[in-house]
Structure formats: C-alpha cells, structure tokens
C-alpha cells in the first residue's frame, strides 16, 4: 500500500470539513510494526509520530490519549490526572466498536463516537505531525494548532520513555 490513491476515510473527510490543510502518506503495514515502521518508512523520527490509543477507566468509560510515538503512556499517571482509580487499554474488539477503526488503523478524527481525547502537552511543540489517518498504513501529517483546534484535547503530561 506504500504507492497509489490515498483513501477516502472518515478522517479525512473530517479534516476536509474543518478546513485542515493535511498530507497523506501511504506506507507498507506490518501488523504490530507500531510507530517505529511508519516512521522508517516515512523518513521521519518516531517522536513526530503520533500514536491514537483508546484507553478506559475502571468504569469502562472510552478516551482517546494521543502520544509521541516514541513513548509510553503512564496509566497510573493518567488515572490520577483524570481523578479515577484505573485506566488501561481497550481490547481490540472494543476500541474498533467505540472509533469505527481498526488497531493499527485508529485516528483521532472521524470516530464513529465523540470521545475525550488527551494530548500529550510536548506533541504541541512539534512544527508538524504524523497521525493515523483512518486505515492501516495511512497517516496524515498536520499542524499542531489544528490538532488542537479541531480535537478540542485536553493537554496532559503523562509520557514515559519506552524502556
């Protein structure tokens, strides 16, 4: 899939409708190649790569946390952020029936449900940024600001080196 017509995605259209300017980029996926193949693949550092991962409380209440693709969430951070007991990762099954897409394939933009999204506050210093743009081996490179503008997040630090 690395060559041809990017797809047509809830996410693009979405980006589309809030006047985003955004540019695709179609890469070979690997299933669980995770960010450090799309960002060999694409030519930039995996920091720039920002992963979607959807998360839930001890309530089994979906969230979207946005992070550099380079780094961990610290769920015990996040859960004291947010006020609550847990969080952890959905299965896969749940996470595609909350976003509408695939792991490996979830953006931010275009989820079948509005969800809170959290954004790891050093995404914010990045110049441009590399995303899921709805399909598997798909990203959409965007500037922070419309991130912002568009994803109304909320900004957290809760980002640990991978070890």
């Known amino acids: 899939m690395s060559k041809g017509k990017p797809p047509v995605t809830p996410a693009a259209r979405m980006l589309r409708q809030h006047g ?3 540019t ?3 890469y070979d996926y690997q299933e669980r190649g995770g960010t450090m ?8 550092p995996e920091h720039q790569v920002i992963k979607t991962l959807v ?4 309530q089994r209440d979906p969230l979207l946390v946005l992070m550099h693709g380079d780094m961990e969430v610290s769920t015990k951070q996040l859960a004291r952020v947010l006020g609550v007991k847990t969080v952890s990762p959905c299965s896969a099954d749940t996470a595609n ?3 509408g897409y695939p792991v490996g394939g979830t953006s931010p933009f275009g989820t079948r449900k509005s969800l809170p999204v959290y954004l790891e506050r050093s995404v914010l210093d990045l110049e441009r940024l590399y995303i ?8 959409v490179c965007v500037a922070p600001a419309d ?3 568009v994803l109304t997040p909320t900004l ?4 640990i080196s991978k070890a």
Do not use: C, Q, W
């Open 156 to 159: 957290v630090e809760v980002g």
């Open 24 to 26: 695709d980029h179609l």
């Open 37 to 44: 193949i799309s960002a060999r693949a694409l030519g930039v």
């Open 97 to 99: 029936r909350h976003t």
């Open 55 to 58: 998360m839930e409380n001890e």
């Open 20 to 22: 985003v300017p955004f």
């Open 132 to 139: 899921n743009g709805g399909k598997r081996g798909y990203l």
């Open 147 to 149: 991130l912002l503008r």
